[in-house]
């Protein structure tokens, strides 16, 4: 008996991130509203101002977010999270994003976008 509830706490963090609802079940830092797109040339897309509220999921209410070539872009579809381009991003459209390397802790916070999800109206 023991060993079955030690065995389902220790699937509990796997659960956790399952729920968590970026790609791969990563965390969510950011979810809100594209308030502006600004588009760029070269290897710095853009930047999006995301605002929204913070959550128990995520950790900042706004956010100046850069997308790179490297950042991974995608949209919501059927319950599913096919490839986007920048392009996609538009004013008005909910998003959810997740930051990679530093945060400038200005408000609001800016920084570089891993992956940016645009959600599915509801």
Sequence with gaps: MMRCVFSLLALLPLALAVRAGGPGGEKVD???????????????????????????????????????????????AGGKRVPAKFEDVKVGARVQARFTGPVLESYPVQTTADWLVILEAK
């Design 30 to 76: 950011i979810r809100g509203q594209v308030t502006a797109v600004t588009p760029l040339k070269g290897k710095l897309l853009g930047s999006v101002r995301i605002e929204g509220v913070k959550e128990k999921d995520t950790g900042y209410d706004k956010a100046v977010v850069k997308v790179t070539a490297a950042t991974r872009v995608f949209k919501a």
